[in-house]
């Protein structure tokens, strides 16, 4: 057991503890294993700059912190861990915007305030911007170079640009406090809400004689026991990463020093742990299975038509053409 005084010696405010760095390394490696191994059997491409770019951020992060629980005190490990977690989740959150796409697309695009499409086009474009806001956040908190706070604030805005929390109030300082606005999350999430609402109502955006109404927009999908599971495994997922997204906006706006950023369980139950459900869901719930697999002829697409018009999934995934 380490002393209070060793504790405060270290980065982090505590000794990371070996258990949880050898389980969290053992369960991101196996999973992004598996994910490599199933994205190169079926040629399913998008999913190594997505689901498994976030799996190795993560094992290289839990990795540090291994480290880190034999060396408490060493500087490098930290910067590394802080990095690589803050930024994994979010290549993962892109496979979710890409295959939402594709369920509108089988379900039918005429319920859908946005063509299939644009659900990679708008949040993946959202999602990079993110993406690059806390990795220069990441690099200026890690570096001498404008200190940790201007770099906790960047990194903040990016993960509050990502979340969408709506009026989140935070004490950071006494008689301060942060509001966190709507923004790619949240407004994804009503999106969704949206769609499933009016196609399950039979509520088109567009009404079918519509000038703006191509052929393709008129087919209804069927909603199969097997899109359905994949509408749920999405919904979960979606869901966990929003819960980590509001955990670390909290601990950012708390500052480095702060009670929430000092509790080692906080961390692991809040972020590493809605990570692990995040991938292995999809391990599990497999795309290919769920989505790819399913026969256009169940779905009520002719056989020559193609379930999706998105222009990144035809080129990174050409099985998805049917």
Partial sequence: MSSTTDEL???????????????????????????????????????LPTVVLCGLFEVTGWAARLWSSYKPYEQTPYTMQISTTILAPTPFLAVVFILTGQVVSRLGSIYSRLSPRYYTRVFLSCDILSLLIQGAGGALASSGTGGPTLGSNIMLGGIIFQ????????????????RVWPAVILVFALFCLEYFIRYFKGRPIRSIGS????????????????????????????????????????????????????????????????????????????????????????????????????????????????
Avoid: C
Avoid at 15 to 34: D, E, H, N, Q, R
Avoid at 163 to 178: A, C, M, Q, W
Avoid at 232 to 246: C, E, G, M, N
């Fill in 211 to 322: 000038s703006k109404t191509t052929a393709t927009d008129t087919n209804r999908g069927e909603f199969t026991k097997k899109l359905g599971m994949m509408v749920l495994a999405l919904a979960f997922i979606t869901q966990v990463l929003f819960i980590r997204a509001i955990y670390r906006t909290i601990e950012l706006a708390d500052g480095w020093t702060g009670r929430i950023i000092s509790t080692e369980s906080y961390f692991l139950v809040l972020d590493a742990m809605m990570i692990v459900f995040a991938m292995l869901t999809l391990n599990f719930i497999h795309p290919w299975t769920y989505v790819y697999e399913t026969p256009p002829e169940s779905i009520g697409l002719a056989s020559t038509q193609k379930p999706s018009d998105d222009v990144l999934l035809t080129h990174l995934y050409p099985e998805a053409r049917v």
């Fill in 163 to 178: 979340t969408g929390e709506l009026s989140l109030v935070s004490r950071v300082r006494p008689r301060t406090e942060v």
């Fill in 9 to 47: 010696k270290s980065p982090y405010h505590y000794i990371p503890s070996k258990w949880a760095g050898y389980l969290f390394t053992t369960l991101f490696g196996l999973s992004t294993f598996a994910h490599i191994g199933v994205a190169l059997w079926r040629r399913m491409w998008f999913i």
